[in-house]
Each structure stands twice: as structure tokens, then as C-alpha cells.
């Protein structure tokens, strides 16, 4: 019988990946993880949570206005990047150690090196040595992907925006995805002059029509300069900045440019291929419903796998890896029915299906009301709350529940649970409203909006 050095050994240090490494050695097994940057991932480190940090800090604008409208009495400066970076660093530098703590205080060795495979069981790490393992993950996450467009080296990913040294008068974000629209609602709420550039004819591609029209509608009330059906054609270094001519013969110079254009998952030089690993066409690790890959011994997941990219179903997938593999207890992932928040101004949070989806699959029933809330009535703002549920006719099951609003997020997360244990319309209605909320409206709206 062959002995290895460890029973586990993970390939990544992010959310799934120590979550995994946790969860095995708690049930004795020897677990040893490889991690080439920072403990935490791209979650803690450059995404999630720093984005978050900073859309906070962003709100801050808007309040401060409210604040005046509410009777207070304020002198307001300007956002000072220079106090505010130290501190977001400080916190992901705290972050970083519970991190290391918590698999220090787990017995997980920790390697900080960068981890390729050689065989099935074996894993070179950069230090040199070699390690062997029964069982190996692989938690790599991915990376945002720059476009080929001349110049695009003169722009910067969402990686990079946390470390800036200078804090930018005017940026254009390139793309029309929850990253770049968020970051175009952070930066425009820091006091910076915004241009969003999208070669599409909405932004939120892949997500319920209507509600991303209302929030592209109130970014651009807020003062963002979206831009639809426009591309960058060439970037070039320039004195003052970053020269930019776009697809429709426009030239603008901007401090920076930051291009949100997708991700890609992070296999390149791990020696997946060269195991017998099957790779996908977007560079994900093909694995079946146990994350297990073509290699038996081998399994992955998280983003790595382009499966759902977000953290929460990363660490859902580490679970029930352990799960499957040290509790002898197979168990799939459930990927249906998963609740998220798309942290723009204004924020958006959504569960299920899109009503373009649901049509697509049976005759449905649309409940839908678009209002001022009452907190941006008052202040004077242009504003405007979306609460829809998708119905459907044959079963009077919620199939999807979409909320644009301020703190659509803390909503949706309450509004998921509902929804995932199947609950009709009817059900919805026999809830008693809590008022005056915003979210009462979801088990007040009585006739369907339209239907299809």
C-alpha cells in the first residue's frame, strides 16, 4: 500500500481551498496547502472583500447630500485616497492572518510557494522540493483577462486598482459586467469623472432585462458617462495620462483606464494537462457533480472550474468535498436556486430565473412595481426601487425574485431562503407586510404586472 506525505494537499489558498484544508483536518487527516501569493484569495485580497470597503466608503457622497436634505448642517470635504488606503491594507493584512490562523491552528502545513503538478500524486513546489499526496485539490481560482487592443498594457485590471498611488481625476472602465459597473458606481461616488465604455446594448448581460435597465438608468443619474455600443480601439502612453480613441473616432486622456472584460480560469504552467487533467476551452478544470476531475485522485473547485464564481458556492463545493471524500458520503453540489448581489449603485440582488428565462420556459406571470423610496422622495433624489417576482401559471411557484435598492443584498439573502423552498405566489401574499419598508412590496403586489 503506498504511503504519501500527505493525505490531502491543496493548491490554493482562497476561500474554498482553506475551507477545504480545514474541514479534512478535522477529521484527522494530514493536510498540507500551497499557496504563491497571499493567503486569502482573490475574495479577501483584491475582490470581495477590499470592493466592498470601498463601495462603503463610496456611499458616503450620497448620504452626506441626503444628510443636508434631512436638515443637517454639514462642510463636506473630498475622498483622501491617502488615509483611506493604509486602512484598507491594514484590513486585509488582519484578514490574511485569521486566515493563517485558522490553518496554523488546524495543523495545516502551509507551504508559501507556488505549487505544479508532477504526477497524479506528486506536487513540486518553487522551493524546490517535492511533496506526494493521496488526494490533491485544486483551489486556483482565476485572473482578470486583459484585451489584445493596441496599447491595453497602458490600462489596469481590478487587481491592480487597490494598489494605485495616485487616486485618478478621471478614469474610463472598460466592460459592462457586475465588476466593471460596480467599480464605476465606487469610483463615481469617491468624486472621480467617470466614462463606461460597453461594446453591448446593455450592461449586466446574462441578467433580468428590467432590472438592469433601472440600474444602468440611475448609474447614469448618479453621473456616470455610460456608454453603450462603444469600444476602446487603442490606448497610448501620453503625458497627463492614458490617450484613448474609441470605436466611434472619439479621443479622450485619462488618468487611467481600467479594463473589466472577463476572467479566466487560473491553469496555465500547473501541469494539469501534462496529469491527464481535461482542461476546457475557457481553461477551466472539467470536474463532474463530486468535483472530481478526469484524474481520480485529482478534484477542484471554485472558480477554477467556471462552474458558479462566487465565494460562498467555493466554500459549499470544499465542503462537500470533504464530505464526499474523507466522510465516504458522496454528495454533489447544488448549484440551482443560488441567491447573489451585484454591488452597484444602485445595488442589485436577484435569485432564479430572469423573466426572459422563464417565458423562454412556460407561461408565466409577471409581478413588478418600480417606486421612489420614501428615504430618496424626501431627499429629492431621482432614485428608483425595483420589486418583481416571476410566477409561475401552471404551479404558482416563485420562480425568480429580482430587487434594485439600496441594500438589495441583506434583502435578497432573506428573499433567497423563500424562494429556494419553493414557495408559490399565494404565500408570498399570505405574509404580512412589514411597513414602511421597502421590501414590503414583495408580498404586496396582487395583479400581475403582465403576462406571457
Not at 319 to 344: C, K, Q, R
Not at 388 to 396: P, W
Amino acid at each position: 500500500m503506498a504511503t504519501f506525505d500527505y493525505e490531502l494537499f491543496v493548491i490554493g489558498g482562497g476561500s474554498g481551498g482553506v475551507r477545504a484544508a480545514r474541514v479534512a483536518a478535522q477529521t484527522g487527516a494530514k493536510v498540507g496547502l500551497a499557496e504563491e501569493s497571499r493567503m486569502g484569495g482573490t475574495c479577501v485580497i483584491r475582490g470581495c472583500v477590499p470592493k466592498k470597503l470601498m463601495v462603503f466608503a463610496s456611499e458616503f457622497s450620497d448620504m452626506f447630500e441626503d444628510a443636508q436634505s434631512y436638515g443637517w448642517d454639514l462642510d463636506v470635504g473630498t475622498f483622501n485616497w491617502s488615509k483611506f488606503r493604509p486602512k484598507l491594507h491594514a484590513e486585509l493584512d488582519r484578514l490574511e492572518g485569521i486566515y493563517r490562523s485558522i490553518l496554523s491552528n488546524n495543523d495545516v502545513a502551509i507551504h508559501d510557494a507556488r505549487a505544479t503538478l508532477k504526477n497524479p500524486h506528486t506536487v513540486s513546489l518553487s522551493d524546490g522540493t517535492e511533496v506526494t499526496a493521496k488526494h490533491i485539490l485544486i483551489a486556483t481560482g482565476c485572473y482578470p483577462v486583459v484585451p489584445g487592443t493596441p496599447g491595453a498594457e497602458h490600462g489596469i485590471s481590478s487587481n491592480e486598482l487597490f494598489l494605485l498611488d495616485e487616486f485618478p481625476k478621471k478614469m474610463l472602465i472598460v466592460g459592462g459586467g457586475y465588476i466593471a459597473s460596480e467599480f464605476a458606481g465606487i469610483m463615481n461616488g469617491l468624486g472621480v469623472e467617470v466614462d463606461q465604455f460597453y461594446r453591448g446594448e446593455q450592461i449586466l448581460r446574462g441578467f433580468d432585462d428590467e432590472a438592469r435597465t433601472i440600474v444602468a438608468e440611475d448609474m447614469v443619474k448618479r453621473g456616470v458617462n455610460l456608454r453603450l455600443g462603444v469600444n476602446v480601439e487603442e490606448l497610448q502612453k501620453r503625458d497627463g495620462g492614458v490617450w484613448v480613441k474609441d470605436t466611434e473616432g472619439g479621443e479622450q486622456l485619462y488618468d487611467q483606464v481600467l479594463f473589466a472584460t472577463g476572467r479566466r480560469a487560473n491553469t496555465d504552467g500547473l501541469g494539469l494537462e501534462q496529469v491527464g487533467v481535461e482542461i476546457g476551452s475557457k481553461g477551466e478544470v472539467v470536474v463532474d457533480e463530486y468535483s472530481q476531475t478526469s484524474v481520480p485522485s485529482i478534484y477542484a473547485i471554485g472558480d477554477v472550474t467556471n462552474r458558479v464564481q462566487l465565494t460562498p458556492v467555493a466554500i459549499r463545493e470544499g465542503m462537500a468535498f470533504v464530505e464526499t471524500v474523507f466522510h465516504g458520503n458522496p454528495t454533489p453540489v447544488d448549484h440551482e436556486l443560488i441567491p447573489s448581489a451585484v454591488f452597484t449603485q444602485p445595488e442589485f440582488g436577484t435569485i432564479g430565473l430572469t423573466e426572459e428565462q422563464a417565458a423562454a420556459q412556460e407561461p408565466i406571470e409577471v409581478y413588478s412595481t418600480s417606486f421612489k423610496p420614501m428615504h430618496h422622495a424626501f431627499a429629492g433624489r431621482e432614485d428608483r426601487v425595483l420589486m418583481k417576482l416571476i410566477v409561475s401559471k401552471a404551479t404558482r411557484v416563485v420562480l425568480g425574485c429580482h430587487i434594485v435598492a439600496d441594500h438589495a443584498g441583506e434583502m435578497i439573502q432573506l428573499a433567497g431562503i423563500v424562494v429556494k423552498l419553493g414557495a408559490t405566489k399565494e404565500q408570498f401574499d399570505q405574509t404580512c407586510a412589514v411597513h414602511p419598508t421597502m421590501a414590503e412590496e414583495l408580498v404586496t403586489m396582487k395583479e400581475p404586472t403582465r403576462t406571457t
